[in-house]
């Protein structure tokens, strides 16, 4: 690729910039219709695991609330005081009764997320594997940069690569 200093007209501008956005796209993988679908993907994974701990801080931030509340009417007498309210018991109640799903949940959700990232990385491997697309290989090796993924893997032989990929 040239350098935009050596453009001599527009025309050699606009190629050079269109030859950098494809660049980028190689880059970025979003030539391969595949990989697009697996980021988008773990993409939506991310997004149910903020949402999912948005409304639980949701509830959690009403009950002690909720709490405050009922400790601040208690206070006679006291126009303008705030009551001093220890927190912990309300929390420590609120998760006794929805601890057990928030961490069934929040099992479900990593393990739906890691499966996702191994088919992501299995492609990625694949793809750099067929020497198509060199930025591929340097892509894995920087997701998994220290090697954690490929010793997670090992330890969870269960977690392979979602089946279901549509091919395209």
Do not use: I
């Not at 509340?69 to 009551?83: I, L, M």
């Amino acid at each position: 690729m040239q350098t935009l200093p050596s453009a001599t007209s527009v025309d050699d501008v606009l190629r050079q910039h269109a030859d950098f956005l494809d660049s980028c796209l190689v880059q970025c993988t979003l030539t391969d219709p595949r990989l697009v679908k697996l980021v988008a993907r773990l993409l939506a994974h991310c997004l149910k695991f903020a949402q999912f701990v948005e409304t639980f801080l949701k509830e959690l931030s009403g009950a002690v609330d909720a709490h405050r509340a009922a400790a601040a009417a208690t206070v006679a007498g006291a126009v303008g005081a705030a009551a001093a309210t220890d927190d912990e018991p309300v929390v420590a109640q609120f998760m006794s009764v929805h601890g057990g799903e928030f961490y069934r949940m929040l099992g479900h959700l990593d393990a739906s997320f890691m499966a996702s990232l191994f088919t992501l990385l299995s492609a990625l491997q694949a793809e750099s594997q067929r020497g198509s697309n060199p930025g591929m290989a340097h892509l894995y090796a920087c997701l998994d940069y220290n090697g954690f993924y490929a010793e997670y893997r090992e330890r969870h032989a269960e977690l392979q690569p979602v089946a279901n990929v549509p091919k395209v």
